[in-house]
């Protein structure tokens, strides 16, 4: 299995933009998590699906974020607008039972 | 006060030295328990599970104490390859989200 693809490694968008980050969970995964890390925050939790139902989404910072998993394979995390504190790396992951897998991670630069 | 309270260190040790890492956690409702590693640039990955009776693997010992809630992680005969962030993590119950701390950065110096 090639684990949790996440797309793109790394993005750098200006201010006002649309960025949109991917994620492919292992397959037969039935959780999918994400995830933003900063220096001052550490890894908070934004949202999570499960069996591609969101279940709780109290982690994402405001109506800007949005998130939606129209299929067990797939799920998109998009900022619109974009802003310059959304600057971070972005993980998705996923589970099944007690194994979580992270996936490497999308690093986004908002100028 | 977060769920998850590590010393972010960092930890700077010899090559051999032995380096002990704590953490507290809230919420009493937690019922799995874990270390992960996390190189620069890297995602986390499992180190490895904490239980009640306590759990070794190699070089790493890691303990558990529900009644303080508190979890620990043991490294003996640190390796320049262990250097990286250690978190501490949490959570309710199976497919729940994992709750982390904001880590412990070790460096072993040779």
Not at chain 2, 66 to 89: E, N
């Amino acid at each position: 299995d090639a684990g949790v693809i996440q797309s793109p490694r790394h993005e750098v968008t200006e201010m006002g933009q649309e960025v949109t980050l991917r994620c492919k969970p292992i397959s037969g995964h039935n959780s999918l998590f994400w995830y933003r890390q900063t220096m001052m925050r550490g890894l908070e939790l934004l949202i999570y699906f499960n069996n591609n139902v969101p279940i709780d989404d109290s982690g994402m910072p405001e109506d800007r974020f949005s998130a939606k998993m129209p299929n067990a394979s797939f799920s998109t995390l998009k900022i619109q607008p974009s802003e310059p504190r959304d600057s971070a790396v972005y993980f998705c992951a996923s589970s099944l039972s007690r194994g979580y897998t992270f996936g490497s991670g999308t690093r986004l630069t908002v100028v | 006060r977060k769920e998850v309270e590590q010393d972010p260190g960092p930890f700077n040790v010899p090559e051999g030295a032995t380096v002990a890492f704590n953490c507290t956690y809230s919420n009493s409702a937690s019922q799995s328990f874990f270390w992960y590693r996390q190189d620069c640039r890297k995602e986390p990955k499992l180190l490895m599970s904490v239980y009640s009776s306590g759990n070794e693997d190699g070089r790493f010992t890691a303990q558990l104490n529900r009644a303080s809630q508190y979890i620990s992680l043991l490294i003996r005969d640190s390796k320049l390859s262990d250097s990286a962030t250690y978190l501490c993590v949490v959570a309710t119950f199976e497919n729940t989200p994992l709750v982390f701390g904001k880590g412990t950065r070790l460096s072993v110096i040779a």
